[in-house]
């Protein structure tokens, strides 16, 4: 378990006891984010996404914060233990009690290249095609139900 401090533009925002978090934008670490428990978000919009991973309160809820905004992400001076950050799964490093990461958003935003016309049509339709987003088999109507009810109560 880690214990975090979160600080946005220099306000102490919360402590997290956690297993960790994850610090995401609409187009970068969504997957990660998504299986922690943080939310779906269109990639125009201008966001950075905090999520704690497996927190060890039940209070705890993913924010959505802009991304003017400059987090830092550190081990408190009494935490128990260091912590590690990693970046996309490709480097890590050990915090120590002391530590802490910046995070901020480019100057130079990502361009997206997406049919002019359909850019939301093309996210939903993407999210439905590979997530099953809000799928589910719909109810029958009243007089459906009880139809085969009362068939099956036939003898």
């Given amino acids: 378990m880690s214990s975090i401090e979160l600080l946005g533009d220099s306000i102490h925002y919360t402590s997290i006891q ?11 670490s ?10 779906l978000c269109h990639p125009e919009n201008p966001i950075i996404l905090v999520t704690a991973i497996c927190a060890h309160t039940l209070s705890f809820r993913p924010i959505i914060l802009p991304d003017t905004i400059v987090l830092r992400v550190g081990v408190p001076y009494d935490a128990r233990t ?10 890590r490093i050990e915090l120590h009690p002391g530590d802490y990461v910046t995070i ?5 935003p990502f361009p997206n290249v997406m049919p002019q016309g359909s850019r939301s049509e093309d ?15 719909k109810q029958k109507s009243f007089k459906e139900w009880e139809e085969q009810n009362s068939a099956v109560k036939s003898p």
Avoid at 18 to 26: E, Q, R
Avoid at 82 to 91: C, E, L, P, V, Y
Avoid at 125 to 132: C, Q
């Fill in 104 to 108: 901020s958003a480019s100057r130079y």
């Fill in 82 to 91: 260091s912590s590690w950050a990693s970046f996309d799964g490709r480097q």
């Fill in 30 to 39: 969504t997957a990660y984010n998504l299986a922690a428990g943080g939310a």
């Fill in 123 to 137: 996210w939903i339709n993407s999210i439905s095609r590979t997530l099953n987003w809000n799928s589910r088999q």
């Fill in 18 to 28: 956690a297993d960790g978090i994850c610090v995401a934008t609409p187009t970068g």
